[in-house]
């Protein structure tokens, strides 16, 4: 993460504060809703270059990249803790405040982490509301009912007997990230100190139930500028998990049961554990919504992946080390009447802290031709997805 100097202290524009995003279903950086259609995360710099020099024909499978924020913590009265977002010295207009929404005023409860409040660590205290709160909104009692962060692990995370709770109106592990995110700060840093923010398009902001299935993409997850010990590591993971045996392992996943009216939710410690067999079930299970396979996506996402597979066989030197796919829906079906003869389908490259190119910034080594690790994971993909069909 890259840090700036310390908030002026004359500086009285009005910022805006971030909320954790709640359709995060994967990563270890938190993720924050900036508004309806824009993300942002922690800034790190080959990632920020890569987003500015990238290919014309990447973009489409990519995020729009809308540039930096610089981003601050603020601690109210109470001893609540957010992320406050004000824009650059170069673009001096004000903000727009955004309303306290149910991701902020649910995580504003929890932030005990630097003092005041109970003093309970964030992940040990549990959601109290008193009564003459403000009358919740539906969301808000269905996070209250739901949100009970223990023992410094996310409620994504497996139970004793491997099995993990997955049934849920959200998925929690954009609020685990935070609540790490939120401590670090805390911890290595003075309250007013800057930090520069990516701002990046919010992908499923056009859906209302979003289905999102994140793909860790490769048979290596190791940047160049690794450690001996980090590479060790992540060659184990690679070498016991479907990366070896595919180029694919799943991060994060959640999709939209219609029958319950919930997610159901995965993390990435569930997709490390499956096999071969295991991944393609839990495939399909993305693509089932509770009550039927959707077999309409079938086709517009084999359609996608195959595009993707040709821009990506065409890039030369790129390596996509660590990166993650996103593939995406919406568990909404459309109504009968619409006029799209293909259902709605998003696939985009995401997580290019690791990537590296010809050209990049202290590049460690150069490589020639394609990325032929992410062309395996896609191939392998596009394969399943073609016996799902033909199955189906």
Known sequence: MVVQDSVDAGDTRVGVALEPFLHQVGGHLSVMTYDEHTVCKPLISREQRFYESLPLAMKRFTPQYKGTITVHLQKDSRGRLSLVANPLKENRGPLKVTEESTAVAIWQTLQQTCGGGSGLPVAQWQHTQPAHAVKDSPATALLRS??????????LLGDADGSQAEKRGFNPWGLHCHQAHLSRLCAEYPENQRHRFLLLENIVSQYKHPCILDLKMGTRQHGDDASEEKKARHAKKCAQSTSARLGLRICGMQVYQADKKHFLCKDKYYGRKLSVEGFRQALCQFLHDGTRLRTELLEPMQHQLQALLSVIRSQSSYRFYSSSLLITYDGQE????????????????????????????????????????YI???????QILRDIQEGA
Do not use: C
């Open 146 to 155: 739901e949100l009970h962060l223990k023992a410094q692990v996310s409620p």
């Open 334 to 373: 459309a109504a009968p009447s619409s006029s799209d003869t293909l259902a709605k389908v998003d696939v985009r490259m995401i997580d290019f802290a690791h990537t590296t190119y010809k050209g990049s910034w202290n590049e460690r080594a150069t490589y020639d031709g394609p990325d032929l690790g």
């Open 376 to 382: 395996f994971g896609l191939e392998n993909l596009i």
